[in-house]
């Protein structure tokens, strides 16, 4: 059981830099959550794939970011000029979502922090 | 819309005290209910969930009963232990796939 994996762990980048994080959920699940959270505060929703599709996204999701999932394996976070107020710990969760379940597994997250 | 309010922290208590951490939920339509657990250096983990109305969740001495008509799913224990100092998140999820987190509480057991 290799949990789901978050690479990097760590990230700092100067403010207007592009960011890319990368989630290997477990290999079986064919949901994949992103999450961020801010210190002091619970996981936000940032967006949802179902194996390759995208099927919900945030409201509260700027256009400078992006998230892919390419063949329903991996998916990658994107964050395009990045601003003081993106550092955060993004987080990765995965699940089977078979019948009523919907237990997500969560990474260890990725922090990043933007000078 | 979703939100879930959760009791704020931090909370200390001693060892083998009686826990109550408050979460209630605002929700359109039937939702499902979580407690995660952070303990310290790691990721969130399930700890119990609900997917209807007087539906308990119980794992590890932990429970939590969903109650419809006071929108709460408060989380308890009868006894803690210092091994249960962790963070505790009440989440729910609605009728799409987002699921909403509250701010999580601080739970410190002291010997």
């Known amino acids: 059981d290799t949990g789901v994996s978050q690479d990097p762990r760590h990230k700092i980048t100067k403010r207007g830099q592009n960011v890319t994080f990368r989630c290997d959920p477990i290999s079986e699940h064919n949901r994949l959550y992103w999450y961020r959270q801010t210190l002091g505060q619970g996981p936000e929703f940032l967006t949802y794939f179902q194996n390759e599709a995208q099927l919900e996204k945030s409201r509260l999701l700027s256009d400078r970011f992006s998230a892919e999932r390419p063949k329903g394996s991996f998916s990658t976070l994107e964050i395009q000029r990045t601003e003081q107020g993106d550092s955060a710990m993004y987080l990765c969760?995965?699940?089977?979502?078979?019948?009523?379940?919907?237990?997500?597994?969560f990474g260890p997250g990725t922090r990043l922090t933007v000078t | 819309g979703n939100s879930v309010t959760q009791m704020e922290g931090p909370v200390t208590l001693s060892e083998e005290a009686f826990l109550t951490i408050n979460c209630t939920y605002t929700?359109?339509?039937?939702?499902?209910l979580f407690w995660y657990v952070q303990y310290p250096g790691e990721g969130l983990q399930l700890l119990l969930k609900a997917t209807k109305a007087d539906d308990k969740g119980s794992n590890k001495g932990f429970e939590a009963t969903y109650r419809k008509e006071t929108t709460s799913f408060h989380l308890e224990k009868g006894s803690v232990q210092v091994s249960d100092s962790a963070v505790y998140f009440c989440a729910l999820k609605g009728p799409g796939n987002q699921f909403y987190f509250g701010t999580g509480t601080s739970l410190t057991v002291i010997p």
């Open positions: 929700a359109t339509g039937y939702p499902s």
């Open positions: 969760a995965s699940s089977l979502g078979d019948g009523s379940s919907y237990e997500q597994y």
